[in-house]
């Protein structure tokens, strides 16, 4: 692991609750979510770890289900002008600040990320007044604030390229909030990265250990992680890389079986492409584990029908931010986006282990 510039903060996970609803009423529900998506002209964007129904509505009324860059991109280029992110904070926060005319609501207005709640934009400020020197650069999942204080943000799959290209120019990094990718991205480039000490509380879960067992049981498995796994896992990984590359990976292996380090609701997509290849979840348990998600992120699970149907109602509470804030914040982002332009390739999702 390179080198963290803090101690890690203490988040309070919430339980992972999901509604249970009677057949006939969740049926009423989706009848009149399509209807008022169709009245107010609204767009449904999803992430792939929210609920199957959630994804399909997206799907069925013209909206997307994608990763958390392309969420963004879709809303952007849409003639929409409510979007409806399913998703967590930093979806809809991005989705305002590259659509400042739209109006941006989510069923779930509580829905965070732990990765997002463990950089205190004060904190960080700090780190980087301390180190003014390095270029700083920032995950996605990250608030509004702390983008607002950045030089370049990344995803998951764009982010050894961009490191790349500043290493080259000689820059020195200062990278946050997640350990574990900026970890695998320093190991990938070499670059000189100074780490913020944060996680994700899903994927920070999955046992090296248990891993190497159950692949003595499945010699033929594939194994595929998000890079916010632990380096444990990544390293026995055939293949690392963003929700859109592990399910562009399902899609064109040969192997039957394939050994999944990420969130479960990325699993309806993969059985969709992998047509009859075995999806298996890596495993959160073992001596050590506490299984506070059971790689199910507890805020995703957060995005319900009900809140979807309220929210769509009342158009109410929208997702605000301020002109100085989104001022900020939008140059980190179009850096990376005219970054991916530049290159005329896709440099999302492409990182094989
Ligand atoms: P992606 O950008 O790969 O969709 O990841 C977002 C996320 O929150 C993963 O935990
Ligand atoms: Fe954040 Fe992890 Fe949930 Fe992704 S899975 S939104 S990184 S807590």
């Given amino acids: 692991m390179g080198q963290t510039a803090n101690q890690s903060l203490d988040i309070s996970v919430p339980k992972v609750r999901r509604e249970k609803i009677p057949e006939a009423e969740a049926s009423d529900l989706k009848a009149e979510i399509k209807e008022l998506l169709r009245r107010r002209k609204a767009l449904l964007v999803a992430h792939y770890y929210t609920d199957e129904e959630i994804q399909i509505l997206a799907e069925d009324t013209g909206g997307v289900v994608s990763d958390s860059l392309e969420m963004a991109r879709f809303g952007h280029r849409s003639e929409a002008k409510i979007l409806v992110v399913a998703g967590v904070r930093f979806m809809g926060e991005t989705a305002k600040i590259l659509n400042p005319e739209k109006t941006v609501l989510m069923p779930e207005i509580e829905a965070n990320c732990s990765l997002d709640l463990g950089c205190p934009p004060d904190k960080f400020q700090a780190l980087c007044n301390e180190h003014s020197d390095r270029t700083v650069v920032v995950y996605a999942n990250t608030s509004v ?209």
């Fill in 145 to 353: 604030a702390v983008k607002a204080k950045a030089d370049w943000m990344v995803t998951s799959g764009s982010a050894v390229d961009v490191i790349s290209y500043l290493r080259d120019k000689g820059e020195k990094i200062l990278w946050a909030p997640d350990k574990y990718l900026g970890d695998y991205v320093q190991k990938k480039t070499g670059a000189d990265m100074l780490m913020w000490n944060g996680s994700c509380v899903v994927h920070e879960e999955f046992k090296a250990r248990e891993l190497q067992n159950m692949r003595r049981l499945k010699p033929h498995a594939a194994v595929i992680a998000h890079p916010e796994s632990p380096a444990g896992v990544l390293c026995q990984a055939d293949y690392v890389g963003s929700t859109t590359g592990l399910i562009d990976f399902v899609k064109r292996t040969e192997a039957e079986e394939i050994i999944v380090a990420t969130d479960k609701g990325i699993f309806r997509k993969m059985e969709l492409v992998g047509a009859g290849k075995k999806i298996i979840a890596a495993p959160t348990a073992g001596k050590s584990a506490t299984c506070r998600s059971c790689a199910e992120c507890p805020w995703m699970a957060m995005n319900s029908l009900i809140g979807l149907r309220n929210i769509l109602r009342n158009l109410e509470p929208q997702i605000t931010v301020s002109k100085d804030l989104a001022e900020s914040a939008l140059l980190p982002i179009s850096r990376l986006l005219d970054f991916a332009e530049s290159r005329r390739q896709v440099v999302f999702g492409n990182n094989d282990a």
